[in-house]
């Protein structure tokens, strides 16, 4: 028997999570969200910079509060991970062992475990033992050198693109992978997530282009990076911004009827031609402000969008009709993706207080 709130495509599926911050957490979060009995094993004593109820992260499991550094906090964990179908850690290399709730300590409970490991730099190499954050992974991965304008630095992405994107997401999708193919053999096995794998397989496009010389590695000069006037960030008479995708000849034509300017596909052709072009749609943007923007280009296949903060992107009708942010505890925040016909997902639960390891038992026999 599992947590009885639980819904989604993976109800029923059990996961113990070892208590660490960033992907990890988010990885938890996400399977949490599609339904999986989620239960938290976090520190006794939690140094925290924001309240509980703030860390969203946490959001849709239980916790459990155990020391694994000592005998019957180790005790307590594995009674727990016996009975549980995935693991996740996000220590440096070799914690977990010392800690006795490695992969081959938690086999011997339980041989069918799928055990996730989160790490920025992997379990092996030379840097696997060393610390890192988000931007010296996407720094060495490549992906931190092709964001940004020409003529400034590389642009951090929040930590999106590393930690949740490159890591998180590959975490996920490798724990689903592994124990579809536990159901087969009647094995579990390691899944080693790093960072800076998962930000390198995120540029795999950017790679092949390279390749056939249709990328350069020179900052703000290509398709997608602000290379061209007409997908790039203009900003508007009160400052604000929108930004610009009419990338197909169809949503270019549709762009220059509505801004108005006078290009056609000739002009895109002649690269001699762009940095005027970009000044006369930056001028024009200029002229009113980002909301009077809005007005011309909502309901067009421009590609046009304004570039909303975190704030107001709940307010936006799209987003608001979709219920893409919710309101849970008082607290806004998104919506579980993607989204599922059949079993439909839900945030089960807020960052809640600490169980005991009978009571989650109490569920998983």
Request: charged share 20%; hydrophobic share 40%; with cysteine.
């Amino acid at each position: 028997m599992s947590d009885p709130n639980s819904s989604g495509p993976l109800a029923g599926l059990r996961v113990v999570e070892l208590a660490g911050i960033g992907p990890g957490p988010f990885a938890a979060m996400i399977l949490a969200d599609m339904g999986a009995d989620v239960v938290r094993i976090d520190r006794p004593v939690l140094d925290t910079p924001i309240a509980a109820r703030y860390d969203l992260l946490r959001r849709g499991r239980r916790t459990l509060a155990i020391d694994l550094r000592t005998p019957t906090g180790r005790s307590e964990a594995l009674a727990v991970i016996a009975h549980a179908d995935i693991l996740i850690e996000g220590n440096r290399p070799g914690v977990a062992e010392r800690l006795g709730v490695g992969p081959e300590e938690c086999w011997a409970q339980n041989p069918k475990l799928v055990y996730g490991r989160m790490t920025g730099w992997g379990q092996d190499g030379p840097l696997a033992h060393t610390a890192g954050h988000d931007i010296t992974y996407l720094a060495l991965s490549g992906a931190l050198h092709a964001i940004g304008s020409a003529d400034g630095p590389p642009v951090m992405p929040v930590n999106l693109l590393g930690d949740f994107g490159g890591g998180s997401m590959y975490l996920v999708s490798g724990l689903l992978a592994a124990l579809w193919e536990t159901q087969r053999s009647g094995k579990g096995q390691v899944v080693d997530a790093a960072i800076i794998d998962g930000a390198a397989s995120l540029t795999t496009l950017l790679h092949g282009l390279v390749a056939a010389g249709s990328w350069s590695t020179d900052r703000g000069t290509n398709l997608l990076d602000g290379g061209r006037p007409w997908y790039d960030i203009y900003e508007t008479s009160d400052h604000r911004w929108m930004a610009v995708g009419a990338l197909e000849p169809k949503f270019f034509a549709e762009f220059c009827r509505l801004l108005p300017l006078e290009a056609d596909e000739s002009d895109r052709a002649d690269p001699s031609r762009w940095p005027k072009m970009k000044q006369r749609i930056a001028n024009a943007f200029a002229t009113r402000t980002r909301d009077e923007w809005d007005g011309v280009f909502s309901d067009s296949d421009a590609c046009v969008a304004p570039v909303l903060s975190l704030t107001e992107a709940g307010e936006h009708p799209h987003l608001r009709y979709r219920a893409t942010y919710l309101d849970v505890d008082g607290i806004r925040q998104p919506a579980p993706a993607p989204r599922f016909d059949r079993t439909p997902t839900v945030i089960s639960s807020t960052p809640a207080a600490a169980l005991t390891s009978e009571d989650v038992l109490s569920t998983w026999r």
